[in-house]
């Protein structure tokens, strides 16, 4: 069985980490979502989610953040190894549902 957790060491928490990410990562534009990419020497990938109030309130705000890292969790293997990703979610996030999430970052990250 496949890796399913989402551990500590695979969040970006660092302000620092966030703004490396900002300035050297690859930016991919979707309907819903920006996504940079970005190389790391770290040997495993990792998550950073960025919500800002100007999406909803905190339960608009919570739910998007829940899609985004259960997303992550379930498709690690198909994510680009060895790299940080983060994900920030544009205005109208908050209508998704799961497998549209899914279908949307499945076009960046699926060849």
Partial sequence: MADCSFTKKERILKHSDFKTIYQRGEKTD???FLVFTCPNNLGWKRL??????AIGNAVARNYVKRLLREYFRLHKSTLPASSDILIIAKPGSPELKYHTLCAELNSIFEP
């Fill in 30 to 32: 979707t309907g819903h």
């Fill in 48 to 53: 950073g989610v960025t919500v800002s109030k």
